[in-house]
């Protein structure tokens, strides 16, 4: 058994084969160049999947990882935030006709923390939260060995939680939420607003990258950096007293910090968490890289054909 895992994201566009052991069988991506529209971008999303089942197929079901908002239920895109345009998009029955495979749809992050705990970071735990951080921050949790999917599909929104009341304007309108001090394009953003501000070495289109690697040596590149670790930290700590997981599995783009992301994360975790749950939840890297979605979105599908 294998599932045919389709996921869309806003710069990339992955195919590959998802087996019970995991592995992504012959991942490939394309740029998704969303300005095409659905109709151009879906044709060639199907041709690269057309590919994959020619040399690596036949599949037994398909799964689908998509930003949100979405509407799993009905099998509907709902105007992705990275995807202007795509209103209802009927996506899971474009899939079930064009391949003759019933579809499966979930949010990315969603997929991303099924992926994790499945096949990853996460594979020994029963409860488990993961958070991924590049140009935003999002992520999903499993608890007791179920996925949070919520009401409708589009919970697991951990960017927006607050940890500096009255703080910087965040993309979703509210003031001081984790995302807005963390996410690679908020750094970048206080880089244009502050640097006209006092003397810094931080050039005017600086990245989330280029803030991390003066750190050490540039003031305001300190306080950005700082200001994004102790943000990210604070939401986990906020999460983790929520939901206890054992393991919380941290990705995406700002993992490349290594332990100068991860380790005040952990410090934070032992030292402000409630302590029973602090003792049991171990902050670790994620371990499936770009792949992540596309693993979970297939364990995803077979387990959904496995208990139809
Ligand atoms: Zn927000």
Request: charged share 20%; net charge negative.
């Amino acid at each position: 058994m294998q599932a045919l895992a389709l996921d869309i994201g806003a710069t990339k566009l992955g195919v590959a084969l998802v087996g019970a052991d995991g592995e992504p069988t012959g991942w490939r991506t394309t740029p998704t160049r969303r300005d095409e529209g659905p109709d151009a971008v879906l044709e060639r999303l199907f041709a690269l999947a057309d590919g994959l089942l020619a040399d690596r197929g036949p599949a037994d079901a398909a799964g689908i990882s998509c930003g949100g908002p979405l509407d799993p239920r009905r099998g509907l895109l709902l105007g992705p935030l990275h995807l202007p345009g795509w209103d209802r998009v009927p996506i899971v029955r474009l899939v079930e006709e064009r391949f003759g495979l019933r579809a499966h749809l979930l949010n990315d992050a969603s997929a991303g923390a099924w992926g994790e705990f499945r096949h990853g970071a996460a594979r020994d735990a029963a409860s488990s939260l993961y958070l991924t951080v590049s140009s935003g921050m999002g992520g999903g949790a499993v608890v007791d060995g179920r996925l949070l999917v919520g009401a409708s599909g589009n919970g697991g929104e951990p960017g927006h939680v607050l940890v500096r009341a009255g703080g910087r304007r965040c993309l979703c309108g509210r003031r001081g939420c984790a995302e807005a001090y963390v996410a690679g394009t908020q750094m970048a953003a206080r880089v244009r607003e502050e640097r006209a501000l006092r003397p810094t070495a931080l050039p005017e289109d600086a990245t989330a990258e280029q803030v991390f690697a003066l750190s050490g040596s540039d003031e305001l590149a300190h306080e950005i950096w700082t200001d994004g670790v102790e943000a990210l930290a604070s939401a986990v700590v906020t999460l983790v007293n929520v939901l206890e997981p054992e393991v919380v599995v941290i990705g995406g783009g700002l993992t490349n910090a290594g332990e100068a992301l991860l380790g005040p994360v952990r410090t934070a975790v032992a030292e402000q968490a409630m302590a029973p749950i602090a003792a049991v939840a171990r902050v670790v890297p994620a371990a499936l890289g770009a792949p992540v979605c596309a693993v979970g979105i297939g364990a995803w599908a077979l387990e959904q054909e496995a208990d139809a």
